[in-house]
C-alpha cells in the first residue's frame, strides 16, 4: 500500500497540533483542525501542489478551529466537517470558549458533519470516524486500520488525557470513551493528538497515569 504523508503543523500559542495528510503520489489532502496562524498549512499545501478534499475538525474548541476563516478564503469550495453536537460551536464564540480567552471566534459555518461509524476515503486509504466525547461533546477520532493512525483531537494525549473542567466536558465519559474506543486500538496504532507529541496506544495503554 502507497504511504500516507501526514505533516504536522503546531500552531498559536496553544501550540495545537493540526495535520495535513495524504497518499504519496496523490494530490488530494485533508486538512485535520485548524489552529491559529493556519499559514504554514497553507504554504505548504500550495507548495506541494495539493488539493484539499476536507477540512475535518475533531472538535470545535476555538485553538481548533481559529484558522478556519483563513483556510476558507483559500478555499472556498472546500466542505468542513464536524460531529453534529458541535456544529454551533462554530459560531457560537461561549461554546467554542473563545469568550473566554477575551476572544469572540465565530468561524464558518459546517458544510457537513461526521457520524460514530462514518468511513471516509482519501484515494485508497479508507478512516472509520469514532465518537470519542467527554473533553467536549462531539469530539472524534480519525482512525485507519491500514495504517496504524489515530487523529485523536484532544482526548488522548502523551502520558495524559484531555481537559475536562470545561461546561461542556465529562471526566467520566472521556476515561470511559478512552477505554472503548481508543484502548480497544491495536497496541502499535500511532497517536496523533492536538498537543504534545506522537504516542502510541501501547504505550498509553501501559504507562499513562490517567487510565
Known sequence: MTDLLIETFCLGDWMTNCYVAHREGGRRCWIIDAGFGPQPMIDHIRRGDLEPQLILLTHGHVDHIAGLNDLHAEW????????????????????????????????????????????????????????????????????????????????????????????????????????QQLLTLPENTRVLSGHGPETTIGHEYATNPFL
Open 76 to 179: 472556498p469550495d472546500v466542505p468542513i466537517r464536524i460531529h453534529p453536537l458541535e456544529r454551533n460551536f462554530l459560531t457560537d464564540p461561549t461554546l467554542n470558549l473563545s469568550v473566554g480567552a477575551g476572544l469572540s471566534i465565530v468561524a464558518p459555518c459546517a458544510t457537513g458533519t461526521l457520524e460514530h461509524q462514518d468511513t471516509l476515503d482519501l484515494d485508497a486509504s479508507r478512516f472509520e470516524v469514532r465518537h470519542t466525547p467527554g473533553h467536549s461533546p462531539g469530539g472524534i477520532t480519525l482512525y485507519s486500520a491500514d495504517h496504524h493512525v489515530a487523529f485523536v483531537g484532544d482526548a488522548l494525549f502523551n502520558g495524559s488525557i484531555g481537559r475536562t473542567d470545561f461546561p461542556t466536558s465529562s471526566h467520566e465519559q472521556l476515561i470511559d470513551t478512552i477505554r
